[in-house]
């Protein structure tokens, strides 16, 4: 497998805060890579990063395919195959389920038929609530919703920020049992996530960040069994 993505010695500074620090990571073609670590870690704006929400870094390279995308614009990054489902879901209440589905195949409309069947395969509940405004659904489904219209497009690379965030058990087992079907079906998947234990299940390698650092990476199944990171972040002792 080649490498998807490559992040080079990225920084960013949000004014005199020096957010990231130099962060090197590496997404090979048909991973999931987690990103693990404590809120205000730099993990949310190292996706931000590659997204391009946040552009011109202070210092560092984002390649995808080998192509520099550091500075390009958020909707330029998109039509090269990366999607970016962000924290707290960000659906568009007043908009139907079918609707804020459509808005994810924008510019691409000619895949919208094929690309909805897929969804409404991976997430059931979406096809029998096509008519409902996205606002009228509980938070699991806008969490499905938010994966199934970033899914749309069809994409290479999905960047996703916390899916599990504020979830009840259950579904969040049926969101990363999903995460990892989308996975199985051709879609890098590049994940910031604080449920960790959930994250590193599903995972082929992560990478742990302190302040704005990358300062632990390995297989899931070495990170898993690392004695600080069951105690920090696996809630282990």
Known sequence: ???LLTIEDLHYHYGANHALKGVQLTVAAGEI????????AGKTT?????????????RGRILFEDANITTRRAERIAATGITHVLEGRHVFPNLTVKENLFLGAFGKTHKFEDGLAYVYTLFPRLKERHAQEAGTLSGGEQQMLAVGRALMSRP???LMDEPSLGLAPLIVKDIFATIKKINHDGTTILL?????KAALTIAHRGYVMVNGEITLDGTAKDLIT????????LGEE
């Open 1 to 3: 497998m080649g490498a």
């Open 226 to 233: 690392n004695e600080s990171i069951r105690k920090y972040y």
């Open 33 to 40: 890579v987690a990103v693990l670590g404590s809120n205000g």
């Open 192 to 196: 910031v996530e604080q449920n960790s």
């Open 46 to 58: 190292t996706l931000r990063c590659v997204s391009g929400l946040l552009r011109r870094p202070t």
């Open 156 to 158: 290479k690379l999905m």
